[in-house]
T-cell receptor
Framework: QKEVEQNSGPLSVPEGAIASLNCTYSDRGSQSFFWYRQYSGKSPELIMFIYSNGDKEDGRFTAQLNKASQYVSLLIRDSQPSDSATYLCAAYSSASKIIFGSGTRLSIRP | ETGVTQSPTHLIKTRGQQVTLRCSSQSGHNTVSWYQQALGQGPQFIFQYYREEENGRGNFPPRFSGLQFPNYSSELNVNALELDDSALYLC??????????????FGPGTRLTVL
């Protein structure tokens, strides 16, 4: 079992809709979680981090964390074509290092 | 822009050769982490340095080694290159000692191709 799991996609969402990206993790000792966006051929850029149960909002983005279910999600409201990218979920593991999932490809169709 | 730079951008080597990749962190960032990202995969943690000391290591063989310097620059050295070493190599810098809320900022990466 991978430590951080994501559906590889592609996830296709119409422009203006809500995109929902999900991630599960296996290490119950993980306390902090990160969402990165990566455009093709580019390096990851941080969107949000979350370490408390519940929701955290930043503009069009909302991160959700449920430690009991070991589940993290990212919602993107009013999706734009520029949101088309791979989204990487990462967990700060109890071994003190950041573990990344394989990423979900998101495609926003006009 | 994250303020983290890497060089070179692209590199082609042959099997058995050695390579050195370089990273310049944001000023004041004491921690640098190196990752290997194969095509279609997420970044895999290689190792981390905090104030010039190795602070953790992933599942990579000893032929992957690193250094961090007082001027916020660092190196990743790979000896005896193998075909599977072909990947995007990313460095990421952060302020603190790599703790749970220590956000990492990535450089643009070095694309290494091993022939």
């Amino acid at each position: 079992q991978k430590e951080v799991e994501q559906n590889s996609g592609p996830l296709s969402v119409p422009e203006g809709a809500i995109a929902s990206l999900n991630c599960t993790y296996s290490d119950r000792g993980s306390q902090s979680f990160f969402w990165y966006r990566q455009y093709s051929g580019k390096s990851p850029e941080l969107i949000m981090f979350i370490y408390s149960n519940g929701d955290k909002e930043d503009g069009r983005f909302t991160a959700q964390l449920n430690k009991a279910s070991q589940y993290v999600s990212l919602l993107i409201r009013d999706s734009q074509p520029s949101d088309s990218a791979t989204y990487l979920c990462a967990a700060y593991s109890s071994a003190s290092k950041i573990i990344f999932g394989s990423g979900t490809r998101l495609s926003i169709r006009p | 822009e994250t303020g983290v730079t890497q060089s070179p951008t692209h590199l082609i080597k042959t099997r058995g050769q050695q390579v050195t990749l370089r990273c310049s962190s944001q000023s004041g960032h004491n921690t640098v982490s190196w990752y290997q990202q194969a095509l279609g995969q997420g970044p895999q943690f290689i190792f981390q340095y905090y104030r010039e000391e190795e602070n953790g290591r992933g599942n990579f063989p000893p032929r992957f080694s690193g250094l961090q310097f007082p001027n916020y620059s660092s190196e990743l050295n790979v000896n005896a290159l193998e075909l599977d070493d072909s990947a995007l190599y990313l460095c990421a810098s952060s302020l603190g000692g790599g703790g749970e809320t220590d956000t990492q900022y990535f450089g643009p990466g070095t694309r290494l191709t091993v022939l």
